[in-house]
């Protein structure tokens, strides 16, 4: 004869893995005659002691699962000026300290404009590599049309940027190469280096230049310029138009005249597409008095406003008349 299972059993027990925990916890309150308990109290103990479970779980998850950040990261982002300008091609300094570690040899250590040398030395000895040294550059302003010397071909009404009048009406002067006025250049200067003068024209602060590259890259024209501290002479204007059309549009213009080039060493100055390029800027710099007398547009400046020149009125051609 089968033997009866007593109700006073604790079979609840065979389904504690199954069960919610206040299922649980009244089958004991049942089996054991243990003190009747609020509904509500029974609820929050289970649900206590679900969340202790989920929490152990993601805790050991977590230690177990985690990914590392390599520590030189940190270090080299506390070795940059957290300027987040995106000189360096990158969002930010940690994103570029990112980049560095885990691209490791294939990104450059000397990037970072705005931190300069002690950055790059720091960086350099984080990644264990030599350091280079690092040039430091300036924004210049190729353009020297002010409303006095360079014609205006319209009137723009709208909006105040250089580049949507750029691409809407290709803008109101008449040197489709020309500096348009509107300050895209300065708004974009994350350092406050830049302002517009009265005479239309933007002005570098050489003192807070970072040479991080915004304003460069904000010009729709090509008029901002990177080039090392140590260049004296610039050819100020970016006009690819031949001489004639490019004179009459502005007084300043390059006309590919090509005086600079006789007047300067062997190599130093180019003509490319009608306007004169610099490609050795030591040499210049050490006949700057020269070629600045040999320029009869005055383009060719002296970027510390030491030597300055007016610009030369245009030879008039006298008619002839038969007697």
Known sequence: MAQRISSTTPSFKIGILFTRPSDFIRDAIRVYNLPEMNTLIVSLIGMGILALFFAVFLFVAYTRLAVKDDPRVDAIADSLPGA????????????????????EGKVPVDLCAPGGQDSVERIASIMGVEAMAAVPKVAVVLCGGTPELAEDRATYIGAASCQEEHLVTGGHKACTYGCLGLGDCVDAC???????????????????????????????????????KT????????????????????????????????????????????LAVIDDPAAVDANAQALIDSCPTACIVDRLGILVKTPEEPEKKEATVEA
Do not use: W
């Open 84 to 103: 987040n300008c995106g000189g360096c091609g990158y969002p930010g300094c940690r994103q570029y300290a990112e980049a560095i570690v885990k691209k």
């Open 190 to 228: 994350p350092f406050n280096a830049m302002f517009m003068a009265e005479n239309g024209l933007p002005v570098v602060i050489e003192e807070k230049c970072t040479a991080c590259g915004k304003c460069v890259d904000a010009c729709p024209r090509g008029i901002m310029r990177l080039v090392p």
């Open 231 to 274: 260049q004296r002479i610039l050819v100020r204007c970016v006009n690819h138009d031949k001489g004639a059309v490019a004179r009459k549009v502005c007084k300043v213009s390059c006309i590919a005249c090509t005086k600079c080039v006789k007047a300067a060493p062997e190599g130093a100055i180019r003509m490319d597409n009608f």
